[in-house]
């Protein structure tokens, strides 16, 4: 049933999405142009897919601490890193993008939900090298294979947490001044998906970019992505599908757009 409704999904967000072509506002038809339909392959991309060949190859098994997609109660099991690598690690096509994302907007502060084994981490760091990034994840023997891959990447900089969101996520946002770059994956439920982008609401501006995982991974995720349009702070959302795109730009004609990747 889950397959078949996310198919149906899918083939409604392609029969609604546009390319650049059609849109009215400079700001995303830049956005679509420079950033999301850039296909050009970057230095850093063969780097980084170095890294997760090596985890995909990598036969060890780790426990994986699962808080419940958010909940208090642990579920402990083991997995070969190489399952991990291949299922859940983020595509190099949505990786990249995050990629060009970030580096387009060069933000000083990068916060990432869902460190997983560390290589969309990696993109983002590469992406843009003078911002400090806050990377977040439950499980600790996860987060120990993360470090091994930032170590792989020659970087020591990243601020790895280890913890559940709900612990780990107010701290850090209260640490900040603002917010500029916010990648929020690893809970794919409607009420932990609200409650994150209402705590980030307090440290936005004009220039914070937030981006949600999975948009359309449930019924609840869904419900959730179309309230997070809805609220009166948002200005501009960019529907990608796999992830979608919320920008708080001041003065910007209030718009949703569906575009094709």
Known sequence: MFNIRFALDYLL???KAKTRHGLHSPFVYRLVDNVIYDFHVKKVYPEIENIREGLINDDRLITITDLG?????????????????????????????????????????????????GT????????????????????????????????????????????????????????????????????????????????CLHKVHDDTLLIFDDIYWSEGMKEAWSEIKAHPQVTVTVDLFWIGLVYFRKGQVKEDFVIKI
């Open 120 to 199: 969309t981490s990696i993109y983002l760091q590469k992406a843009a090298p003078a911002a400090k990034l806050y990377t977040l994840e439950g499980c600790p023997e996860t987060a120990n294979i993360a470090k091994e891959s930032f170590e792989k990447a020659g970087l020591n900089n990243i601020a790895l947490i280890t913890g559940n969101f709900d612990n780990t996520l107010p701290v850090v946002i209260d640490g900040l001044d603002k917010l500029d770059f916010v990648f929020v994956d690893g809970n794919h439920q409607k009420d932990a998906t609200l409650k994150y982008f209402e705590w």
């Open 13 to 15: 967000y392609r029969l």
């Open 69 to 117: 997609a958010g909940s208090h109660v642990n579920n402990d099991r083991r997995k070969r890193i190489e399952d991990i690598a291949k299922n859940a690690l983020k595509p190099p096509k949505l990786a990249q993008l995050l990629y060009r994302l970030a580096a387009d907007q060069q933000p000083e502060n990068i916060i990432e939900l869902g460190t997983c084994l």
